[in-house]
């Protein structure tokens, strides 16, 4: 249950250790079947979007989040068309990869049809009308089972983007890091295939991203590991980028702003810079 005390919220940063955040409004506060859900306004940060306890996103910095899972392997792979979303109820992922100009269909699929909801009652700053848009699909079922049903249809995608919750802070999301659902995701990839998640914190919560990295590395050629720095959450968010057909070392700056260029797609902070410092990094742990 998401801990208010007065116009406080007190999230877990790591086990006896928690991050204070000044909450100006509550505007919603609800308990679905599988999560706690709160929106609020927090000082410094503005609409807030608050999970089981964990900030998701926030107005002033969601996109920092948003354009650093979705661009990097939307940009790898040479012509994506077919996207499938896991997660991401909050419309935002889906709003970052309907930007580029060849995407024919996007597949979201989030186990949770009340957030989802509650995401296009409340969210519209973040979502930005993306659930009208044609190319989108939404589709209420776990995403286990989703995609043992796509093998089962033989059905494909260009890129996969998990945007789920974390391993650590999430009953519900832990089975979709398994080296079994990552062989399963493999069976739908198409040959130019590309997958990024996001994978937590190295530094807090290194367990569970080597839990998630091994798994990826025993089903994936090409990985690349990287981060960003996402004000709100007060630690750097890691993930983890793969490919059994494409290295992500193969594109440079120019490349990447070139394929943003060509499809149209504007960003605040990813570009070709952005990139080459992402495949520049290493993890960071304690």
Not at 93 to 109: D, F, G, I, N, Q
Not at 134 to 147: E, F, L
């Amino acid at each position: 249950m998401t801990k208010i005390e007065g116009h406080v919220l007190f999230e877990p940063t790591i086990p006896g250790s928690s991050t204070i955040f000044l909450i100006k409004e509550i505007i919603a506060h609800k308990k679905t079947k599988y999560q706690d859900v709160l929106l609020a306004e927090l000082e410094g940060f503005g609409l807030s979007l608050v999970i089981d306890n964990y900030i998701q996103s926030t107005l002033s910095d969601e996109y920092i989040y948003h354009e650093s899972l979705v661009h990097p392997a939307m940009i790898l792979h040479p012509l994506p068309r077919r996207v499938l979303i896991l997660g991401g109820g909050e419309g935002a992922t889906l709003r970052e990869v309907l930007k580029h100009s060849t995407v024919k269909e996007a597949v979201m699929v989030d186990i949770d049809g009340e957030i989802v909801e509650f995401a296009k009652k409340y969210l519209e700053p973040m979502h930005r009308g993306s659930f009208n848009d044609p190319r989108a699909r939404v589709v209420i079922m776990d995403g286990k089972t989703y995609v043992e049903k796509a093998i089962e249809r033989g059905e494909t995608f260009d890129v996969v983007i998990m945007d789920l919750t974390d391993p650590y802070s999430s009953e519900v999301a832990k089975p979709l890091y398994s080296r079994e659902f990552f062989e399963n995701i493999s069976r739908i990839m198409n040959s130019e295939s590309v997958i990024v998640t996001q994978a937590g914190n190295t530094w807090f919560y290194g367990d569970a991203y080597n839990y998630v990295l091994e798994n990826m590395s025993k089903v994936f050629k090409h990985i690349l590991e990287y981060y960003a720095w996402i004000p709100s959450f007060t630690y750097v968010n890691n993930f983890i980028l793969a490919s059994n057909s494409i290295d992500p070392n193969s594109l440079g700056i120019e490349d990447v702003d070139k394929r943003l260029q060509d499809r149209g797609v504007l960003t605040k902070f990813f570009n070709g810079k952005t990139y080459e410092i992402f495949k520049l990094q290493e993890p960071l742990y304690p």
